[in-house]
């Protein structure tokens, strides 16, 4: 066998043993993906409140996670209505952040957004935000003294399920329960389209 010929071979089956591994890696995806934060947050959509994730002496399944901040996130799923989220403010700093499945993250706040000391954010479908103009408008017709307007930050959704993070920091270890409190506190509730008219 001349040189050249050991070269074709090995090349040769360098190719093959790469579209292999190629072919393996890509059918092994699903397997390894099933456990991405939507899906171990999937459970969390029927509790009222956040579900802590991570925080100061907590374990936790989040990469390279600061140990600094607590995180407690709560899945929702917009076929059942509207998604309310709603955390108090009394941390030193806390931010809410919205995620989907296929587009990552979408939205992202901080407690300097609060009114009054609450974060409160609503998140729905174009649809659903459809149905709450109409009701707003019909309501501005019908009443003769306007209602004062819900404060909450209204946010449309790309897809229908997703999850809300929220993170609070414990700039001392002394703060660390407040901040695991404050990030367990956080309520996640579905907001019927009546209620968000005013």
Same mark, same amino acid.
């Given at each position: 066998m001349n040189p050249f010929s050991r070269f074709a071979f090995?090349?040769? $089956? @360098?190719?093959?043993?790469?579209?292999?591994?190629?072919?393996?890696? +890509?059918?092994?995806?699903p397997l390894f993906s099933e456990r991405?934060?939507?899906?171990?947050?999937?459970?969390?959509? &029927?509790?009222?409140?956040?579900? #802590?994730?991570?925080?100061?002496?907590?374990?936790?399944w989040l990469p390279r996670h600061d140990p600094a901040i607590a995180?407690?996130? $709560?899945?929702?799923?917009?076929?059942? @209505?509207?998604? %309310?989220?709603?955390?108090g403010t009394n941390a030193p700093f806390q931010s809410v952040s919205l995620?989907? %499945?296929?587009?990552?993250a979408f939205f992202a706040v901080t407690d300097r957004a609060a009114i009054n000391s609450e974060l409160d954010i609503v998140v729905m479908t174009p649809e659903q935000r459809n149905q709450v103009i109409a009701l707003r408008a019909l =309501?501005?017709?019908t009443d003769a003294e306007p209602k004062e307007q819900?404060?909450? +930050?209204?946010? +449309?959704?790309?897809?229908s399920r997703g999850f809300a993070v +929220?993170?609070?920091?414990?700039?001392?270890?002394? #703060?660390?329960? &407040?901040? #695991?409190?404050?990030?367990? =506190?956080?309520? $996640?509730?579905?907001?019927p389209i009546e209620d968000l008219e005013s």
């Amino acid at each position: 066998m001349n040189p050249f010929s050991r070269f074709a071979f090995a090349t040769l $089956c @360098g190719l093959v043993l790469a579209i292999i591994t190629h072919l393996a890696t +890509i059918l092994m995806i699903p397997l390894f993906s099933e456990r991405h934060a939507a899906a171990r947050l999937a459970e969390s959509a &029927r509790l009222e409140n956040a579900k #802590l994730i991570a925080g100061p002496g907590h374990e936790t399944w989040l990469p390279r996670h600061d140990p600094a901040i607590a995180v407690a996130a $709560c899945a929702y799923d917009l076929a059942e @209505g509207p998604f %309310r989220f709603t955390a108090g403010t009394n941390a030193p700093f806390q931010s809410v952040s919205l995620h989907s %499945r296929g587009a990552g993250a979408f939205f992202a706040v901080t407690d300097r957004a609060a009114i009054n000391s609450e974060l409160d954010i609503v998140v729905m479908t174009p649809e659903q935000r459809n149905q709450v103009i109409a009701l707003r408008a019909l =309501q501005t017709e019908t009443d003769a003294e306007p209602k004062e307007q819900d404060p909450a +930050i209204e946010v +449309i959704a790309p897809e229908s399920r997703g999850f809300a993070v +929220i993170r609070v920091l414990a700039p001392r270890p002394s #703060l660390a329960g &407040r901040a #695991l409190a404050a990030a367990r =506190q956080a309520s $996640c509730t579905i907001a019927p389209i009546e209620d968000l008219e005013s």
